[in-house]
């Protein structure tokens, strides 16, 4: 509970809309008595060419893949939605149903960077932004606006993990254990100081739609604890990362390197998707009926 000298503090989230990741992170901090979430940023899936383009990056074996669990996710949210009478305190809610809920503002943007939305941010007088598994690259003007910074949950093992879809090249690498990482963003990529990471273990039967639940949870768990620090007027630890070249930075996968993962992983299970949607979560706040 936040102590009578403390107020929690005014963070805008950084959404990507339709991240199973990101939907957990922004459930998490939305019941975090230590966050008031004041605005969201929400980036939209990519545009239908970039979506083709990628489509044919990665082939398209894959592609549908994704497609196929995008939709079951989206199923999935419905039913909850639907049957929130009787399932509410066992369901995940996507961002904006939160949103709406909350009565909080959403500036949905394809560029962080761009003035109107750094103007939307600045407007919410920020004392802290969280970057909640999101998909764009922060530029200086919006790392400069919260009083305290910006703080990002990585998918990863810093400084091992740089880059994107971790919870898939850690399973594609048969690594034994997976992690996540809280960090301070700073005009680098996944190079800023580290606050506080975690680690699982990699079941041989994981997939990587687990590892990114299992990363998610443990990444609002570690933002929640950061943001009670910081309202009591504490100090984070702040641990500099090494940027020697012995680190990989990984991107988007392509077709080969999805080839190699499905020889031995699964990429999700519906059940799992299920499971992970209809989890406990409580909130802090009462919704209005769906």
Known sequence: MTSADSRPLRAVILYSAGHAGSAIVLNMLDEAPDIEIVGIVRAPPLKNKNLRAEMRRMGWRFSWLLLWQRLVQMITFALAILLRPWLWKKTLLPGWYLAQAGKIPVRKCRNVNHPATEAFIRDKQPDIIIS??????????????????????????????????????VLKNNDARAGVTLHWINEGIDTGDIVSRRSFI????????????????????????????????????????????????????????????????????????????????????TLPPA
């Open 132 to 169: 909640a598994f999101f998909n764009r690259i922060l530029k200086p003007n919006i790392i400069a606006i919260p009083r305290l910074g910006v703080l990002n949950i990585h998918p990863g093992w810093l400084p091992d993990y740089k880059g994107v879809m971790n919870y898939f090249w």
């Open 202 to 285: 990699i079941h041989p039967d994981t997939t990587q739609h687990q590892v990114l639940v299992k990363a998610a949870t443990l990444g609002g768990r570690l933002a929640a604890s950061a943001a009670r620090k910081l309202a009591r007027g504490e100090a984070l630890p702040a641990l500099p990362q090494s940027h020697d070249d012995s680190h990989a930075y990984y991107g988007m996968p392509d077709e080969k390197d999805f080839d190699a993962y499905f020889k031995t992983r699964r990429f999700f299970r519906i059940r799992d998707v299920v499971a992970a949607a209809l989890r406990r979560w409580r909130r802090k706040r």
